[in-house]
């Protein structure tokens, strides 16, 4: 009955706490899966990792929340090799939070009923007062973290939600508010906090500074982006880092321990070298990495505390300002050119390359593939927010609203030339909503074929792709090869044009076995989450592999959307080819919440991991301090904060 009362009075926020979004409770080691189907071989000894939130702190059913808010949960499935020869497979599964300072500090704390950070919905849609009240309530509960009885000082405020990655011997977990997090696998434990250059709890010692380096503001330059990029071929980790102030991003590279090969050789790390050229502090969640050159986007989506000071959302998004992209080789950030469009937002890219000259010997065009959006709508529906009403803008900005795979392709000037850069084409592949995209691993940073993503076939796009749209029924195989060369050949609109126009419907009706796009549908009730592509051992074509990606049957939710404690989740293994067959069916011993991005880690990524000498783990109450005078005081006024 207490379920249901709260079911009939919840705020619409708490949809993002409720369902197949609301937090696990329960942490399990590797645990032994059963399975139907067959696991492809070439699957054996490697790891599908994926992160998300899940909040620690969930008392407080009253609260603002959002679909990005939460702990950092890694939730994977091993394929670990067994019998003599090693060639069966037993899938395990294992989740674990991730061990932040944030999460450490609330960890068993009675007197936090709400996380210890703002929701980003407050920092959207709340009132000034709000925003000023939850922003102290945080900076009091990070002073009284360094007070005795605490169970961990903050030191960092990341909740390493976002993201993994695998650099130089190690598995990273990503947030924009603090640095990579290191993580072990395949038990998932916690290592310590990676500034770039070693990792807590790592062996030797290396007093260098990494990322943020030192100075007033070197918290604020060790926000690393949620998706740091790792060439494939150099095995450098890329990164930026957004700040409040001038120049306002920052840009780092760290090179692996050893070359990868004679023909790569190490230029050297280097970190938080200024980006100059970006106009002010923004919500910038990825951007473009070829070989050669990096795309920085500099779009009108702001995050910018001193908004609240002329009363304006922490976040908000001005459709009436341009869209910038600026482009520089991958050493030398001073040489940016930037490149002016529409308004848009952007939070992924797919894939960006270099292509050979052509027009003339020394011109060099950098392309990017990027999931476009016409609003910010989405920023406000995974709070369950109402969009403000938009500024009037000119009829030349004005699109229906969309998220589609566009292709950009940005020539640059010669050196020193007086020409003002401009887009040379920017149009959509396809109508087909995309997010959340993937390709080949080997293929990143040059021209690939293929790129999977998920979408929605809803008749609204409002629904499908924003506020519902966290509930992804399809999984799109896109040609991108074939529909840019269409392109090419045959412009569309630029900005507002797209190649191929057809529905998701109309596309599932092609019996064409060469289709540039395919999709593959749940069945009704069952929705997906961010699918991985991973590649067969000796691949015979790009695609020649399987799309992995966890799903959830909703039949399993109650009588007012809830989950019941023994709801449980599948990871499918899908023919990456044909997007049709589902060749094994993992049952997990639980669910796994809607999250968000995850990756793959091949059998020799795990065995090549670094040492470490310790892992991060919660103190025991015989640890703590609890009877001084300023454990008390703590305890106090943590109580009176809650």
């Known amino acids: 009955m207490q379920n249901m009362a709260w079911a009939l009075q919840r705020p619409l926020g708490a949809k993002y706490l409720s369902g197949n979004f609301a937090p696990i409770k329960r942490c399990r080691p590797l645990t032994p899966c059963t399975y139907t189907g ?42 670990r090799r067994h019998g003599e020869k090693g060639t069966e497979i037993v899938p395990e599964f294992v989740n674990q939070y991730v061990l932040t300072d944030v999460y450490l500090n609330a960890k068993d704390n009675q007197n936090l009923k709400r996380p210890l950070l703002p929701s980003i919905a407050t920092l959207i849609g709340a009132s000034l007062f709000t925003i000023i009240a939850v922003v102290l309530r945080t900076f009091s509960l990070v002073f009284l973290s360094r007070f005795p009885g605490s169970r961990q000082a903050i030191k960092k405020i990341s909740v390493a939600n976002t993201s993994v ?15 990579p997090m290191r993580f072990q696998l395949p038990s998932l434990e916690t290592i310590g906090w990676f500034n770039g250059r070693k990792a807590e709890n790592e062996p030797g010692k290396d007093s260098r500074s990494g990322f943020g380096g030192n100075g007033p503001i070197a918290f ?14 150099t095995k450098e980790l890329i990164s930026f880092h957004g700040v409040f102030i001038k120049p306002f991003v920052f840009y780092s590279i760290v090179p692996p ?29 990825d951007f473009g990495v070829a070989a050669r050159h990096t795309i920085i986007m500099d779009l009108p989506l702001s995050l910018n505390p001193i908004n609240s000071l002329t009363g304006k959302p922490v976040v908000s998004y001005d459709p009436t300002e341009l869209s910038r992209f600026g482009v520089f080789p991958r050493y030398e950030p001073q040489k940016i050119q930037w490149f002016e469009t529409n308004p848009c937002v952007i939070f992924h890219t797919a894939n960006c390359w270099e292509t050979a000259p052509k027009a003339t010997a020394t011109e060099t065009c950098v392309q990017l593939l990027a999931c476009r959006l016409t609003s910010a709508s989405v920023v406000y529906s995974a709070g369950a927010l109402q969009p403000p009403i938009p500024k009037p803008v000119p009829p030349e900005y004005v699109e229906e609203e969309q998220c589609r795979l566009y292709y950009y392709e940005f020539p640059l000037v ?21 997010e959340f995209p993937t390709l080949a691993p080997s293929h990143y940073m040059k021209p690939a074929r293929y790129v999977y993503g998920c979408s929605s076939d809803s008749s609204s796009y409002s629904e499908a792709s924003l506020g519902k749209a966290a509930k992804i029924d399809l999984i799109s195989k896109i040609d991108t090869a074939t529909l840019i060369a269409r392109g090419l050949a045959q412009p569309p609109q630029q900005i507002k044009g797209c190649v191929d126009t057809r529905t998701p419907a109309e596309v599932m009706q ?36 399987w799309v992995l990606t966890y799903v959830f049957d909703e039949s399993q939710l109650d009588a007012n959307g809830e989950c019941p404690e ?77």
């Open 165 to 179: 990655v695998y650099h130089d011997g190690r598995a990273l977990a990503t947030c924009e508010s603090g640095p």
């Open 566 to 642: 023994d709801a449980i989740s599948e990871l499918w293994i899908i023919d990456a080819i044909n997007m049709k067959d589902v060749v094994a069916k993992i049952k997990l011993p639980q669910r796994v919440p809607y999250g968000l991005h995850g990756t793959w880690f091949p059998e020799d990524e795990i065995a090549g991991q670094r040492s470490f000498d310790a892992v991060r783990r919660e103190l025991s109450e015989d640890e703590l301090d609890l009877t001084g005078f300023w454990s008390g005081v703590r305890n106090t006024l943590e109580r009176w904060i809650k």
């Open 220 to 233: 604020m330059k060790e926000w690393t982006t949620g998706h740091p990029r790792v060439d494939p071929v």
């Open 38 to 79: 067959r696991i492809p071989q070439e699957l054996a000894g490697g790891q599908y990792v994926r992160n998300g939130g899940n909040p620690l702190t969930n008392d407080d059913h009253e609260r603002d929340a959002h679909w990005f808010d939460g702990d950092g949960m890694l939730s994977g499935v091993l394929f």
């Open 257 to 285: 321990s050893n070359p990868s090969s004679e023909t790569s050789p190490m230029l050297g790390p280097r970190f938080d070298v200024p980006v100059p050229g970006v106009k002010s502090p923004k919500m910038m969640h």
């Open 414 to 434: 010669a050196e020193g030339s007086d020409e003002t850069p401009t887009i040379r084409n920017q149009w959509a592949l396809s109508a087909v909503p995309l």
């Open 510 to 545: 092609s019996t064409d076995p060469n289709d540039p796009v395919k999709i593959f549908r749940m069945p009704k009730g069952w929705f997906t989450q961010e699918p991985r592509f991973v590649p067969r051992s000796n691949p015979k074509s790009e695609d020649d592999g």
